[in-house]
């Protein structure tokens, strides 16, 4: 596992890198499990880091990210709704997208970082994105918006569903910091779409 990324990191130049999992058959269980499917992401409800127009804090309270949809909107120009992918799935998190919110963005603009748990060693999962020769960033249980952003693929775009990506994945490399930055203007309400690039719709 180790050596093939290493392999792949070396054949192409971009340094980013979302390893998709492997897909394996789960054994069944004679016990009931609690715990989650590995490809069901963690939603944990979070009160709005946000403050009110008197100070204090929101009493809002967000499952997305770390602040209520409102404020999100207006501090961000950002929402979570459902993606326009999946227009007849409504079950699991991944028909989620990230939308701009009542504002346009101009082409180059900072949209949201790319937060999550940091590792040296690397890890799998879905949600996985290697910055640089060891580090990897881990959105899965976090709450990182960006990770809402799903890819319009060729497949997509054929089908009308998107008109194609508008957002970059950006890597400072002083501070190994990732951002989404918009490759175009995007208009109010529109859904972001980032490529996630060949490697990470391939199994290992
Ligand atoms: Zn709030």
């Keep these: 596992m180790h050596a093939r990324i290493k392999k792949r990191k070396r054949a192409k130049l971009n340094p980013l890198r979302r390893v998709r999992k492997k897909i394996v058959d789960i054994e069944p269980l004679n016990e009931p499990?609690?715990?989650?499917?590995?490809n069901k992401r963690e939603f944990v409800s979070n009160r709005c880091s946000s403050l009110t127009k008197n100070g204090t804090r929101c009493k809002l309270h967000t499952l997305k990210g770390t602040k209520c949809w409102m404020h999100l909107m207006k501090e961000d120009n950002l929402r979570v709704k459902k993606s326009n992918l999946f227009p007849?799935?409504?079950k699991g998190n991944k028909n989620f997208g990230l939308f701009s919110g009542k504002k346009p963005f101009s082409k180059n603009q900072k949209i949201v970082p790319y937060s999550g748990l940091e590792s040296s060693i690397p890890i799998q999962g879905d949600y996985i994105l290697q910055t640089c020769e060891n580090k990897w960033k881990d959105s899965y249980q976090s709450n990182n918006l960006a990770?809402?952003?799903n890819e319009c693929r060729?497949?997509?775009?054929?089908?009308?569903k998107c008109k194609g990506n508008n957002l970059k994945f950006s890597e400072n490399r002083r501070n190994i910091t990732v951002n989404f930055v918009s490759t175009k203007n995007i208009q109010p309400s529109e859904?972001?779409?980032v490529p996630y690039g060949r490697d990470y719709w391939k199994p290992l």
């Excluded at 499990?33 to 590995?38: F, G, H, I, N, V």
């Design 154 to 160: 060729k497949a997509d775009k054929t089908a009308k």
């Design 33 to 38: 499990s609690t715990e989650l499917p590995a």
């Design 88 to 90: 007849d799935n409504t």
């Design 147 to 149: 990770g809402f952003a």
């Design 191 to 193: 859904e972001l779409y």
